[in-house]
C-alpha cells in the first residue's frame, strides 16, 4: 500500500477542495435559479404540443413557440394556424377554454398552365436553377412575363413535402392531400402564381397574365384572353367572376363552383377541381382504414 | 518569459485558433454553422464562457492547485492542511475545471433564459453543450500549462486571452457559416452534399489558417 501511504496525507485537501467547490456552485445555482426563475404557463406547452411544429410562420410569428406564448398570453386568437386547420384550432380552444367557430381548411392553388406544350422560352437560361434567381434576369426566360419559371422553387420550400415537379408539363403540382395551405411555396414565387384558396370552391382561373388578349396568345395557347365570356355564363346574380385588367378573376365570396365559366372559357384557362377533390374524399377513408 | 497582450491575441485568434489550428470545438462548428445568425450567437456565448471560465481556472490554479510560492499564496496552506511539495495539480486539475466550467454554463443559461429568451431559443441544444465543448476546457488547461508561465497565465491575462479564443473561435463560425450559405445553394455531387463537403472545407480552412504559423514571430 505504497501509494497510499504517498497520497493518503493529502487527500483531506483534495476533497476539501472538490467539497468547497460544490457548495460554492450550489449555492451560487440555487440563488441564480430563485432570482433568475422563469415561470412559465403550464398551458404553453400544451398549446406547443397540440400545434403541427412545422414552424412556418403562417400564423404571422416566429414559430409554433412564439405562437403558443401568445396565445397563452392573450394575444392572439387560437385559429391563426393554417396547417393545422380547423382540428388545430378545436384543440388549442380546448385548452384554452374557448369555443371555437369552425375554420374553412385551405389549400395552394398554382395558378399557371404555361407547360412545355403550351408556352415556349423567349431565350435559355443558364444560371442558378431557381425561380427567384431566373426572375431577376429579364423577367425570367419564359415567353409570358407571369408565367411559371419551372426551377422548383416553391417544391423546394415545401415543408410538408406537398408539392412535385411534373416532368412532363415542367409544372409544379400540389398534393392536395399533404397540403396544410401554410403558404410558404406562395411566399417564395417570384412570379406571385400560388394563391391560397378556400378548398370548398372548386373553380379557378389558372392564368396570371394581365397583357391584353393579342399579346397573351402570342405567348402562351392557355392564358385568359380577357373574352368576358365567363363573366356573361355565370349565374350568379352580380356575377362571380369578373375581368379586370385583362384577366378574369373568380370571387371567392359569391362563387357556387357550379363549373359554367370553366365549360365555357375558350382558352380552357378556368380549372375545375370539382371531380379531383371529390375523388380524393371517396379515396381518404379508405386509405385511412387500410 | 513574459507573455504580451498583444502576442496572445494574436496567438489565439489566428496561429493557433481553436478551431482551425487545435482542431478543438468542432461539435457547434458543424452543428450550428448551417446559419449565419446562429453561429454568430453561438460564437458570442462562447466568448463568454470562455472568458468566466479562464478568469475562475485561473484563479483556482494559482491559489488553491499551486503550492504556495512568494507571489502567490495557496489557500489550503493558509489554513494549514497539508498539501504535497507539487501542490495538487496533477490530482486536481481536470476535474476540478470541469466542475467549474458545468457550473459557469449552467449558471450562463439560466441568466440568459431570464434575460434575452430569443438567444437561449436560437442557442438551443448547443448552450448546454458548451459545457462538454472542448475549446472551453482546452483554452483553461492551456491558459494553465506550465511552458506559458512557470505558475500559469496571470488571472488577467488568462481572462484576456479566454476572450481571444472565443473571438477566434467565433471568427472561425462566420467564415464556416458564410461558406456554407453559399455550399447550401450551390451544385454540389450528391455524395457529397451536406457535412461531407463541410468536412472538406473545413480541412481547406485549417490548411490556410497553417500560413498564420510563426506569424510576426510569435511562437504559439
Same mark, same amino acid.
Given at each position: 500500500m505504497a501509494v497510499w501511504e504517498q497520497i493518503g496525507p493529502y487527500l483531506t485537501g483534495a476533497w476539501l477542495v472538490l467539497g468547497a467547490l460544490a457548495v &460554492?456552485? /450550489? &449555492?451560487?445555482?440555487a440563488v441564480a435559479n430563485r432570482f433568475f426563475s422563469v415561470t412559465v404557463d403550464p398551458r404553453q406547452a400544451e398549446v406547443e404540443e397540440a400545434l403541427p411544429k412545422a414552424n412556418c410562420g %403562417?400564423?404571422? #410569428?416566429? /414559430?409554433? %413557440?412564439?405562437y403558443a406564448e401568445a396565445i397563452v398570453l392573450g394575444k392572439a386568437d387560437c385559429n391563426l394556424c393554417l396547417p393545422g386547420g380547423a382540428e388545430t384550432a378545436v384543440r388549442v380552444g380546448k385548452i384554452m377554454g374557448l369555443v371555437v367557430a369552425g375554420l374553412t381548411p385551405k389549400v395552394a &392553388?398554382?395558378?399557371?398552365? /404555361?407547360? #412545355? %406544350?403550351?408556352?415556349s422560352d423567349r431565350f435559355r437560361y443558364v444560371g442558378e436553377r431557381d425561380c427567384r434567381a431566373a426572375a431577376a434576369t429579364q423577367y425570367g426566360q419564359t415567353a409570358c412575363p407571369y408565367g411559371c419559371l419551372g426551377f422548383s422553387t416553391c417544391v423546394r420550400a415545401c415543408p410538408f413535402g406537398a408539392m412535385v415537379?411534373? %416532368?412532363?408539363?415542367g409544372l409544379p403540382r400540389v398534393l392536395e392531400a399533404k397540403c396544410t395551405a401554410c403558404g410558404t411555396c406562395a411566399e417564395v414565387c417570384p412570379k406571385n402564381i400560388i394563391e391560397i384558396l378556400p378548398k370548398d370552391r372548386y373553380v379557378h382561373v389558372l392564368c396570371r397574365n394581365r397583357d391584353a388578349g393579342k399579346a397573351v396568345r402570342q405567348v402562351c395557347k392557355v392564358g385568359c384572353i380577357a373574352c368576358h365570356k365567363c363573366e356573361k355564363v355565370c349565374p350568379v346574380e352580380g356575377g362571380a367572376v369578373h375581368v379586370n385588367d385583362n384577366l378574369a378573376v373568380v370571387d371567392m365570396q359569391t362563387c357556387i363552383s357550379c363549373g359554367k365559366c370553366a365549360q365555357e372559357c375558350p382558352v380552357a384557362c378556368i380549372g375545375n377541381f370539382r371531380s379531383l377533390r371529390r375523388k380524393a374524399r371517396k379515396q381518404a377513408p379508405a386509405a385511412d382504414a387500410a | 518569459m513574459e507573455v504580451g497582450y498583444i502576442e496572445l491575441a494574436i496567438g489565439s485568434i489566428l496561429i493557433s485558433n481553436f478551431i482551425l489550428a487545435k482542431f478543438l470545438g468542432f461539435c457547434p462548428f458543424f452543428g450550428v454553422t448551417r446559419k449565419m445568425s446562429d453561429s454568430i450567437g453561438m460564437g458570442l456565448a462562447v466568448i463568454f464562457v470562455m472568458a468566466l471560465a479562464s478568469a475562475v481556472t485561473a484563479a483556482l490554479y494559482r491559489h488553491v492547485l499551486l503550492p504556495s510560492s512568494p507571489e502567490h499564496a495557496n489557500v489550503l496552506a493558509l489554513a494549514g492542511i497539508p498539501l504535497p511539495p507539487e501542490g495538487l495539480v496533477l490530482v486536481l486539475k481536470t476535474i476540478s475545471y470541469i466542475l467549474v466550467i458545468a457550473g459557469l454554463v449552467q449558471f450562463v443559461e439560466m441568466v440568459l433564459k431570464k434575460s434575452v429568451p430569443a438567444l437561449y431559443r436560437a442557442l438551443g441544444i448547443y448552450l448546454p453543450l458548451i459545457t462538454t465543448n472542448c475549446a472551453v476546457f482546452g483554452v483553461a488547461l492551456l491558459n494553465t500549462e506550465a511552458w506559458r508561465d512557470p505558475n500559469g497565465l496571470p488571472i488577467h491575462k488568462a481572462t484576456f486571452n479566454g476572450f481571444c479564443g472565443g473571438v477566434g473561435f467565433l471568427l472561425a463560425m462566420v467564415l464556416m457559416s458564410s461558406i456554407r450559405e453559399r455550399l447550401?445553394?450551390?451544385?454540389?455531387p450528391k455524395a457529397l452534399r451536406g457535412l461531407p463537403i463541410a468536412f472538406l472545407c473545413a480541412g481547406?480552412?485549417?490548411l490556410a489558417f497553417m500560413g498564420f504559423t510563426k506569424l510576426f514571430g510569435i511562437a504559439v
Open positions: &460554492v456552485f /450550489g &449555492v451560487v445555482l %403562417a400564423c404571422g #410569428y416566429g /414559430g409554433c %413557440a412564439a &392553388v398554382i395558378k399557371c398552365q /404555361g407547360s #412545355y %406544350a403550351n408556352t415537379m411534373d %416532368a412532363e408539363t | 447550401a445553394e450551390s451544385r454540389i481547406l480552412m485549417a
